[in-house]
């Protein structure tokens, strides 16, 4: 007990019972830092388990834990019946050796490649950077909503069946997992789906399964018809597959239909884009009248319908429209959706609902981007559809959501009755913001940073008949929506003053 190591040992370690990280592996680190330093040269033997654990007045299994992990990363070597011996791990990656000319160039990473390639004008990110404390966002649900400790316990809890290594060995089955047969009972239940685990495929996100729609129903110069105003996110994924986008007008009651009759012909139209349920960006719901002719011009057509019911969950007055893809009785419907969407992001998934052979070929695509999935995530969500915790944080949040489309609606009320006119949305987490008389809406941005607010490029839409904001609300509380509004109130007045 008395060994120079032992001594020095008490004297450099310490640790919390209460931290999070377990205690063998503080003390492990701690005795790694010490043999970083030169406090325990190479070669000391280091007290027996017995010996520390007295040292330390911890139990000898801990102590045996902590030799594991140094002996796991190579800083000791553990002999039976002789002890525990100090190393120092060597330095494996050599420096690779250059020519005679740039010597100085190979420590620095290029900057460009050296040899061709395609860019594309398509992907180019519309990510923008600020360090404006508010922000206004197309519609996103709020994060600090998602109940945090009992997911910890949730997943920790998954974390540690041991099953679960089992799912991640075994070569891929030729049945459905409890997963995909637990997804597809609760849309059926909840969306009014009649489906089976055959036409019906998870993805990461509505993007992945929209580019691997795309990748499988797109050629080269096919046409693809969106509304007037539409979802950049998509039309980008379109351009990529090398769609020709073409756009259809829209109005109080969604997409004109009548305007696909008698602008194409049979044969000239690949797919149409809609969001039937709320159209993005407008929020405006496709009438049940042009829901049928669209299904019915799909069918003579021959078109895909490709419907994109990114924010069904979000429903405040009233009963959710069904999805077209609910009355689609001759396969013209690729339905996407989103699911957990009261949840944080990495436990959100996207879904496409489609024919059975449409979805075995997505299936085969999907293998190659992300062939690995996350068996955890699955594990989790399958366990919150059956307990009913996902329809329940779905219901206890939308009153919140709705409590703040209410609020926001008073302030705008307040602060810009005779400047903006807008429709309250029976749900979603955004609002369609038209300004009643026109002015410059990157200029209005530009004085809204000054004033601490940042509004996205991608949320402003203007052009000879259109001079709006998707003002997305959902991760603003009513103290934060009060602020934001007065913050935009004083950048829309030094704008206009200028115009006037």
Request: charged share 20%; proline share 4%.
């Amino acid at each position: 007990m008395n060994s120079p190591v032992g001594v020095l040992l008490k004297q450099l370690v310490d640790f919390d019972k209460s931290n999070i990280q377990p205690v063998y592996l503080q003390i492990a680190q701690q005795i790694i830092n010490a043999i970083q330093r030169g406090y325990i040269s190479k070669g000391s033997v280091l007290p027996g388990t017995r010996v520390l654990s007295q040292i330390l007045k911890i139990h000898r299994n801990t102590v045996v834990a902590v030799y594991d992990e140094l002996a796991s990363q190579g800083w000791v070597e553990i002999i039976p019946n002789k002890g525990t011996f100090v190393l120092v791990p060597e330095q494996t990656t050599a420096t690779i050796k250059a020519g005679t000319q740039k010597l100085d160039a190979v420590y620095q990473y290029s900057k460009i490649t050296g040899f061709p390639f395609q860019p594309s004008f398509n992907l180019a990110s519309t990510s923008q950077i600020t360090e404006a404390k508010h922000s206004i966002n197309d519609g996103s649900p709020d994060l600090r909503l998602h109940p945090v400790y009992q997911f910890s316990r949730w997943y920790s809890a998954v974390m540690k069946r041991k099953t679960l290594i089992n799912k991640w060995n075994q070569p891929n089955q030729s049945s459905y997992s409890l997963f995909e047969i637990q997804l597809c009972n609760y849309l059926n239940a909840t969306r009014g789906f009649h489906i089976k685990p055959e036409n019906l495929i998870s993805t990461r996100s509505t993007e992945m399964s929209l580019y691997i729609v795309s990748r499988l129903l797109i050629k080269q110069n096919d046409v693809v018809l969106v509304g007037s105003l539409s979802n950049y996110a998509s039309n980008m994924i379109f351009q990529q597959a090398g769609a020709t986008i073409k756009t259809i007008p829209i109005d109080a009651d969604g997409i004109d239909v009548n305007y696909i009759k008698t602008h194409f012909v049979k044969g000239s139209i690949r797919c149409v884009y809609v969001c039937a349920h709320r159209q993005y960006p407008t929020t405006t719901t496709l009438r049940a009248e042009r829901r049928l002719q669209l299904l019915e011009l799909a069918k003579a057509y021959q078109f895909a319908i490709i419907e994109d019911d990114y924010d069904y969950d979000f429903q405040f007055e009233g009963s959710a429209i069904l999805p077209m893809a609910t009355a689609d009785a001759s396969g013209v419907v690729i339905y996407l959706g989103k699911f957990g969407q009261s949840l944080f992001p990495s436990f959100q998934t996207g879904f496409v609902v489609a024919p059975e052979n449409l979805i075995s070929e997505a299936k085969n695509y999907l293998q190659l981007l992300d062939k690995q999935g996350d068996v955890i995530q699955e594990q989790m969500l399958t366990e919150l559809i059956s307990e009913g915790e996902i329809y329940r944080l779905m219901k206890k949040n939308i009153i919140t959501y709705k409590q703040r489309r209410d609020y926001l609606c008073k302030c705008l009320e307040s602060n810009f009755k005779d400047i903006l006119s807008w429709k309250t949305p029976s749900g979603g987490l955004a609002l369609w913001l038209q300004f009643q008389s026109e002015i410059s809406l990157v200029k209005l941005a530009e004085a809204a940073e000054k004033e601490d607010l940042f509004i996205p490029n991608t949320s402003l839409y203007q052009d000879k008949n259109t001079c709006a904001i998707r003002f997305g609300f959902g991760h603003l509380n009513e103290e934060e929506i009060e602020r934001v509004i007065k913050k935009l109130k004083k950048a829309y007045q030094s704008v206009y003053s200028v115009y006037n």
